[in-house]
């Protein structure tokens, strides 16, 4: 059952209006302002991108970063905000004192790779410690988020901090301090929308939670059992009413009030028993690639209450794993254990499934490692990252065609973040290193 606890905020729908007219020339068209980019699509706009680098090769840069991650980087202008952590949990064998563990947002230079600032955020306790998935992915998955003039990072129980431009904070607020009964630690992303800034805090307390970006105070908390076991990021669908929030949960998908959260419709998908994966969606149809226990499906957005038997167009047992999909000309993408699928997205129909990475799932180590960077598409072309390095591009249409492989032979660190596209760059980090590709 979905519990609201809304504060009443009748400016809500001011900062609204405001946003929806003034956010447009904050915004640049080639900015990659959250995670996945423009409304978590994984399609950027305009860019002429190389389809091969390497070392000697394409190579606008290359920064050490302080410590590793699992966050994409994002692109504001002439800057680039990633996040990492330091402290506690870099070496399994020897994972430090948890008191230590801090997490760290970084404004590098998009020109030079130049680090411009610096901030460090304290570790609240508890936290989860560094054992099971945790290892895989660290304390720093979740992507920032940026209108222009603000940056929002999300750091699970030691809550969400802004910035301003030049890096000085305006505040911080935490969301929750529980932790899931998995203890696979925090890895969703927060969104904008208006004047809220939107936490899916499920592992911190089973509820996605609007802030108020300007001062950081709780707008509405949307409480439900349903949001347990839940990793991926919120979308926004428009509708001829307006906007409102899309969020896939384990074993449904969920359309609620972006000014109360209370719960508009829902549709009943595949069974799951967690979803890591992010929702997109493509005109009025909302996609959905579940885990290794769940399946795929396709949900026109709209209605009230229960709209599976109306609004399901199709449900299978299609599955991915950590990773989210990108609907391209009437195609559904999504990469999972070193295999690329591609399904009509009108029908669900497998059109191929190819295998890009000859070890599959297991990382260099041979332990249970999955891909948890996500495809993005630019220019007709899928960018393929996995988590050794190779970042494979392939032409985005029905006949598969593996145009490019690509790596970077002197880092042997996971990479774990989805790219980030910017006008004529790609944005690719490592847990040791961020790079910039560029022709130019």
């Known amino acids: 059952m979905l519990v609201n606890k809304a504060q009443p905020r009748q400016v809500v729908f001011l900062f609204v209006l405001v946003y929806l007219g003034a956010f447009s020339a904050l915004a640049s068209a080639a900015d990659w302002m959250r995670f996945r980019g423009p409304n978590g699509s994984g399609i950027a706009a305009e860019s002429t991108l190389p389809i091969s680098w390497s070392e000697t090769e394409n190579l606008k840069w290359q920064v050490p970063l302080p410590g590793p991650g699992s966050s994409s980087p994002i692109i504001v202008g002439e800057r680039i905000f990633v996040t990492c952590y330091t402290g506690y949990g870099i070496d399994a064998d020897d994972p430090g004192v948890i008191a230590d563990l801090t997490r760290h947002l970084l404004c590098i230079d998009a020109t030079t790779g130049e680090t411009q600032w610096q901030r460090s955020v304290s570790v609240v306790l508890p936290e989860d410690p560094y054992s099971g998935f945790i290892t895989e992915h660290g304390y720093a998955s979740s992507t920032p988020v940026s209108d222009g003039q603000q940056i929002f990072a999300f750091f ?38 208006g004047d809220l800034v939107i936490v899916n805090a499920s592992e911190e307390g089973e509820a996605v939670v609007a802030l108020n970006k300007v001062d950081g105070k709780e ?7 349903g949001f347990a076991s839940l990793w991926g990021t919120p979308i926004i669908a428009k509708l001829p009413e307006g906007e409102e929030l899309v969020i896939a949960v384990p074993g449904e998908v969920w359309g609620m009030n972006l000014a109360t959260g209370k719960l508009r419709w829902h549709a009943m998908v595949s069974e799951a028993r967690n979803l890591c994966s992010s929702p997109v ?10 885990g290794r226990d769940g399946g795929s499906a396709a949900v026109r957005i709209g209605g009230k209450g229960d709209v599976t038997d109306s609004h399901t167009l199709w449900n299978n047992r299609q599955r991915g794993k950590i990773t989210s999909p990108i609907v391209h000309q009437g ?14 997205a009108e029908t669900g129909e497998l059109v191929y499934r190819e295998r890009l990475s000859s070890s599959g799932a297991a990382d260099r180590d041979g332990v249970r490692g999955m891909d948890y960077a996500s495809p993005v598409l630019v220019d007709g072309k899928l960018y393929v990252p996995d988590r050794r390095g190779n970042l494979y591009v392939v032409a985005a249409q029905p006949e598969f065609e593996l145009l490019a492989t690509n790596s970077f032979e002197s880092d042997p660190s996971d990479f774990n973040a989805t790219p980030a596209v910017g006008d004529g760059f790609l944005v690719i980090r490592s847990n040791q290193s961020l790079y910039c590709i560029s022709a130019q």
């Open 156 to 193: 699970g129980k030691s809550g969400v901090v802004a910035y301003d431009l030049q890096g000085n904070e305006l505040w911080q607020t935490s969301v929750g301090t529980e932790s899931g009964t998995q203890h696979w630690g925090s890895a969703a992303s927060p969104i904008l929308f």
């Open 219 to 225: 707008v509405w908390r949307a409480e439900a059992e």
């Open 281 to 290: 969606i493509a005109g009025d149809v909302v996609y959905v690639v579940g």
């Open 331 to 344: 195609h559904l993408y999504w990469y999972a254990g070193g295999i690329l699928s591609c399904a009509v």
